[in-house]
Each structure stands twice: as structure tokens, then as C-alpha cells.
């Protein structure tokens, strides 16, 4: 959840002070930037939920 929020804000200021997307897409800006916060929340999803995965394999008992 701390990784979404940090990389969330992150987005948040590259779009705002480092990319000009309405100079580049014009009235389509808005539809490509929440694209690419979509794409990335879902890589940071996926990612939790290998984590997830590996931690309870981790913690699984192991039979002889």
C-alpha cells in the first residue's frame, strides 16, 4: 500500500512539473495519463501479489 501511495505521488509530480502532456495529446492528455496510472497500479498490484505468493510459500511448512 506504501509503494502504491509513493508512487502515486511520484506520477502525481512527474505529470505536473516535469511532462507537458497537453502540448503533446491535446484534449486527450487526460485519457493517456490515467491510462498510465492504471498501468502503473496495476504493476505495483501484481508485484504485491507475488510478494504475497512468496511470503506464504515461504512460511508453508515442508514435508520430508
Known sequence: ????????????????????????????SAVIVLL???????YILLLGAKLNAEAMAAARPRRA
Not at 501511495?5 to 502525481?12: D, M, P, V
Open 36 to 42: 498510465l496510472w492504471l498501468m502503473m497500479s496495476a
Open 1 to 28: 500500500m506504501l509503494l502504491w501511495i509513493g508512487a502515486t505521488s511520484a506520477f502525481r509530480f512527474y505529470v505536473s512539473h516535469v511532462a507537458n502532456y497537453a502540448s503533446t495529446y491535446g484534449s486527450l
